[in-house]
């Protein structure tokens, strides 16, 4: 179980910083900047982390219910032959 205040101060640094990282990643896109290393060296593996982290998280979520379901079936299944 998390502490609900980190879960608030997550919930809160990490669109910031999210933004922060992409409006500077847009920028040195659109004025051909080069981008120094130790930015791109954190910003990268900073985005691809969380967005990553939310999509597994998100497809274990579905997984887990679609298994529930499907086992479901199979009981409402098994508990109709057994009717029969």
Do not use: D, Y
């Not at 290393?37 to 969380?50: D, R």
């Not at 990553?52 to 499907?70: F, P």
Request: a neutral charge; zero cysteines; glycine letters at 2%.
């Amino acid at each position: 179980m998390e502490n609900p205040v980190v879960q608030i101060i997550r919930a809160i640094a990490r669109p910031a910083i999210s933004i922060i990282f992409a409006a500077v990643i847009a920028q040195i896109v659109i004025e051909g900047i080069t981008a120094p290393e130790w930015f791109l060296a954190l910003a990268i593996p900073t985005i691809v982390w969380w967005f990553g982290e939310r999509a597994i998280t998100h497809v274990k979520a579905n997984s887990a219910s679609n298994l529930e379901a499907l086992i479901n079936k199979i009981a409402a299944t098994i508990q109709e032959k057994k009717a029969e």
